[in-house]
């Protein structure tokens, strides 16, 4: 299959019925072959007629009758554009799959039609494009959104596309500013980019305050006027890391949600403590982000709940967010789906009495991107070289399940691979690890509910303070072409922790501001269609 740059010249169909009846293409087993183009459509081919509602096998599940088609969607004041005219030529048509879009709930069999960057037509009519994709027995779902990741690295980006992800967030915070940040990566990725002001970080880099060490007051000051100015040139929210930086004082976040709250913007909570032992436990941490919250009236999202601040007493942690929740507290979380987590030795994670804190021992951790599992022995060269290491059995798996059953619990990665192989493999594999999973094979959510975790729920947590997200996460006439097309049947993850960067499988097709990015699992790398989202007001 052949690619050009900037537009599908060949593309890969997979026709209604099967190659036996007629329906394939090019008469391969699966129905796969490929059309170039053509602007005249083709009519009266087997097993589907010139004009007619198509008529694909029925997908287990869904109802014989058609459900109601979605909405169409008006984004940042405009009108959608009108439903187009019998006879119109889309640049791309996605025709036959199941469609799912969890804004609007809708779930049945479809087709999409695509001008430019935005959904034109989700429709039962049969439709024709300069581009056509088949998609009987796959799920057309909106881009993922992954709402915890960091930098869109040039290596990390395609093993995202890969896991099905059209928006790349980085609110765990940004290791730079603003302005820089946006001017690094714009066209020079292939999916969506947007992050967070990183107090953790600019305390210490710009401010010069160490890690273990309250601010004084000229330090708050320049602290504060820091973050004003990287609000105002593009960041979205505040994220604290009080666990790697345990000199911030209470006070200090407190200061900065006002001035978030002021303007409309999140507040993201890697927590001050995530073991249950005292002194300092998991729920006195969440017990200080729902205070900051209830005080401040800022909206607060809790980063990957199941290994910070939740594990052993996740029950406990569950009850407390949802008693703030209907006390009025606009509050999220977050999780990445497995059982283990990974960060550096060096981090203060690994400070004294860890082994107790964590009920691990040495023995427990293995260095990412390699085989090798440490010692008692090992374990000193391994910290004095700050190695990144996975601590295998560090998550209950009971809980990771549990959690998911929140309606309000989203699911984002917090990792993106990098070349050099240190990462957990959550970077590359989280989305296809829910849905193959959490969903499939575990049957903890329905895919209805699973998909909407990692598309309408993260843009929902974000849209308020990123305008260009309004558009995203669904799939509606006026919404953006930002699409992906997996098989239900084969999509998981294939990433460990000693290959971190195996790209996922089972996501066929995945498209980004009306230019498809990836097909048939395989990336155009000629396809930058990544545009920046700043904050806005």
Wanted: net charge negative; proline share 8%.
């Amino acid at each position: 299959m052949a690619l050009g740059c900037g537009a599908v010249n060949v593309v890969a169909l997979r026709r209604f019925g099967t190659a036996a009846d007629g329906g394939g293409v090019g008469g391969g087993d699966d129905g796969r072959g490929s059309r170039t183009d053509p602007a005249s459509p083709t009519t009266g081919s087997p097993g589907r007629a010139s004009g007619s509602r198509p008529s694909p096998t029925p997908i287990p599940g869904l109802e014989a009758a058609p459900p109601p088609l979605p909405p169409a969607l008006s984004v940042g004041g405009r009108p959608p554009p009108p439903e187009p005219p019998d006879g119109h030529l889309f640049d791309i048509v996605i025709r036959g799959g199941r469609v799912i879009d969890p804004d609007s709930g809708f779930d049945g069999l479809a087709n999409l039609g695509i001008d430019g960057d935005t959904i034109t037509a989700v429709t039962y009519r049969d439709l024709t494009g300069r581009t056509e994709i088949e998609a009987e027995r796959l799920v057309v779902a909106p881009g993922f959104v992954d709402l915890l990741s960091y930098e869109p690295n040039s290596f990390g980006v395609w093993l995202k596309l890969a896991d099905g992800v059209t928006t790349n967030l980085a609110m765990h915070g940004v290791n730079n500013y603003a302005d820089a940040y946006f001017g690094r990566y714009e066209n020079q990725t292939p999916i969506h980019y947007g992050g967070a002001f990183h107090h953790h970080f600019l305390r210490g880099f710009d401010v010069g305050a160490e890690i273990d060490e309250p601010l004084t007051a000229a330090q708050f000051t320049a602290l504060d006027d820091l973050t004003r100015t990287n609000l105002a040139q593009g960041f979205a929210g505040i994220s604290f890391s009080p666990e790697y930086s345990p000199g911030t004082t209470t006070a200090e976040m407190e200061r900065l949600a006002e001035i978030a709250a002021e303007i409309g913007h999140v507040c993201f909570f890697h927590v001050r403590h995530s073991d249950p032992d005292p002194p300092g436990t998991s729920l006195e941490a969440i017990e200080e982000v729902l205070g900051i919250a209830t005080r401040t009236r800022v909206s607060a999202h809790i980063e990957h709940l199941s290994s910070t601040g939740g594990t052993f007493v996740m029950t406990e942690a569950l009850a407390m967010i949802n008693q703030a929740r209907a006390a009025g507290a606009d509050v999220t979380a977050c999780l990445y789906p497995y059982e283990f987590w990974g960060t550096f030795l060096g981090s203060s994670r690994f400070s004294l009495g860890w082994q107790e804190r964590y009920r691990l021992a040495e023995s427990d951790l293995q260095i990412a991107g390699t085989g090798t599992r440490l010692s008692a022995a090992s374990f000193g060269e391994a910290f004095r070289s700050n190695k990144l290491v996975a601590a295998l059995g560090s998550i209950p798996g009971h809980e990771v399940e549990m959690a998911l059953q929140e309606p309000w619990m989203l699911v984002a990665s917090d990792a993106i691979p990098t070349v050099e192989m240190n990462n957990h493999p959550r970077g590359a594999g989280t989305f296809a690890r829910l849905i193959g999973h959490y969903v499939r094979e575990l049957g903890v959510i329905d895919l209805l509910t699973g998909l909407a975790k990692i598309t309408i729920g993260p843009v929902r947590r974000v849209e308020g303070m990123i305008p260009a997200m309004a558009g995203k996460g669904r799939l509606q006439r006026g919404a953006d072409a930002d699409i992906v097309i997996f098989d239900p049947e084969t999509i998981g993850d294939r990433a460990t922790i000693e290959v971190p960067a195996a790209p996922s499988v089972g996501v066929e097709w995945v498209v980004v501001a009306g230019q498809v990015a990836l097909a048939l699992g395989v990336p155009d790398k000629s396809v930058l269609a990544g545009r920046p989202l700043p904050s806005g007001p």
